[in-house]
């Protein structure tokens, strides 16, 4: 199941370093600041959140930062709807398929 | 070169036989005729010199070129610089844009500095314009004034206070209609020219061959403009229904003059939301081309859901139906027989 923000407050540095990461990413991304109370907003499909070309860049700055590589099967709406999703999405890959991925 | 869409000029010893500076100030014939076949085709034309630029804002005065180049770079700094600010802000691949330049070192050194583009002299576009029968639609012609239209906009949203509020004030309108036979040499243009935002699966020459067949096909057209231009039909889908309901999209394009935020995506959707293209359920293929992730971002974006037992993309109309647009572009539906 995908963690929502309030489960992440519980959690471990890990998931709060991934969280922070994921957050500064996606502001960079999106060109305004979004806060841990942003958890579960819709980032894209929305006045606000991500056009292609934002989101594109990043699921780029995603890949480097944590040494993935997203596959396109993986660019599912529901996986990328939120930061509370990314996140865990970026921790479930973290924890089982990709030995060479860091934090 | 992929394909050609813009041409960096250099001016002293090529467009001039001699050195502005030094005050020749005689136009070479031959980059006269190439600057208007350039033109008429709709080939943007941009400057990169090392003249400064109070000189160049004069000569551009002096020689009537106001609507010639759609960005001019003037200062004393590097070529290869001036070169990569004009493909950055104009939005241009290095790879769909030539330098010209009739001394071969600048040719060569750009052609070192800058992977992908394509250093020549003017003979060499010469003899590329020769031989190009692409065709020119009245949105190629317009090209040039639609990119000066472009740089307006992005002044216009500098000097706004929010982005959201700019994108409001402009008014954008967007109509999509049913595909005509007139729109024929528009599609080729749009298949073969977009690159990030275009489905590939199919062939361009399969592509526009199965527009024409008959079938149960629907093809939709997308136009666009607002109060500072007409970008004139910017997307196009293909879709054969599946006899199950459902549609399998068979060509999608949507040009890169939609880049303002969410307008991709009020394009795709509006296309699909169509009356000939509802349907339950709506598939495609998408094949990696290299540069067309944007458009595996947009499908995401608009819902798409990966099916990797089918190697497809799957979207159900309840879900288009509740994606959210952008409340600045208004989108109009037209029937072959007008609006509704």
């Known amino acids: 199941m995908l963690s929502k923000s309030s489960d992440l407050a519980g959690l471990d540095r890990r998931a709060q370093v991934v969280q922070k990461k994921v957050i500064e990413l996606a502001s960079l991304s999106l060109g305004r600041d979004l806060t841990t109370s942003a958890m579960d907003e819709l980032l894209y499909g929305t006045q606000t959140g991500f056009d292609s070309i934002a989101l594109m860049e990043f699921i780029l700055r995603l890949e480097e930062e944590f040494g993935l590589s997203i596959p396109d099967e993986d660019l599912d709406p529901d996986v990328f709807g939120s930061i509370s999703t990314i996140v865990a999405y970026v921790l479930h890959r973290l924890d089982k398929d990709v030995p060479s991925a860091h934090i | ?340």
């Not at chain 2, 317009?142 to 472009?150: A, K, S, V």
């Open chain 2, 1 to 340: 070169l992929r394909i050609l869409k813009l041409v960096i000029w250099d001016l002293d010893e090529t467009i001039l036989r001699g050195i502005l500076e030094e005050g020749d100030e005689e136009i070479n014939p031959l980059a006269s005729t190439l600057m208007q076949q350039l033109d008429r085709r709709g080939i943007l034309q941009a400057l990169a010199t090392q003249n400064p630029p109070e000189r160049i804002l004069a000569a551009i005065h002096q020689f009537g070129w106001s609507d010639r180049f759609v960005q001019v770079e003037a200062d004393l700094g590097p070529k290869a610089k001036k070169v990569k600010r004009i493909l950055d802000n104009l939005g241009v691949d290095a790879l769909d844009a030539a330098f010209v330049d009739e001394d071969p070192f600048e040719r060569d050194s750009i052609a070192v500095q800058i992977s992908g583009m394509t250093p020549w002299s003017m003979a060499d576009l010469e003899a590329y314009l020769a031989g190009d029968a692409s065709p020119v639609t009245n949105e190629a012609r317009r090209r040039p004034q639609m990119y000066r239209e472009q740089q307006a906009r992005v002044q216009g949203q500098e000097t706004a206070s929010d982005y959201a509020d700019f994108l409001r004030s402009c008014n954008i309108q967007i109509t999509i209609r049913p595909y005509r036979p007139e729109d024929a040499m528009r599609a080729e243009e749009l298949l073969t020219r977009t690159h990030r935002m275009n489905l590939g699966v199919l062939s361009v020459r399969e592509a526009i061959a199965r527009l024409s067949q008959p079938g149960e096909h629907r093809v939709l057209v997308a136009e666009m403009k607002d109060v500072y231009g007409d970008m004139g039909r910017c997307g196009i889908v293909h879709v054969t229904p599946d006899g199950e309901g459902g549609v399998l999209i068979e060509s999608l394009a949507i040009s890169c003059r939609t880049r303002a935020r969410g307008l991709s995506l009020a394009m795709l959707v509006g296309l699909l939301r169509h009356a000939n293209t509802q349907f339950d359920r709506y598939r495609c293929r998408y094949v990696f081309n290299g540069t067309n992730r944007p458009l595996r971002m947009l499908l995401m974006g608009a819902g798409f859901k990966a099916q990797p037992e089918m190697e497809e993309l799957v979207l159900d109309a309840d879900r288009l139906a509740s994606v959210e647009l952008p409340n600045w572009a208004h989108i109009g539906y037209k029937s072959e027989g007008g609006e509704f």
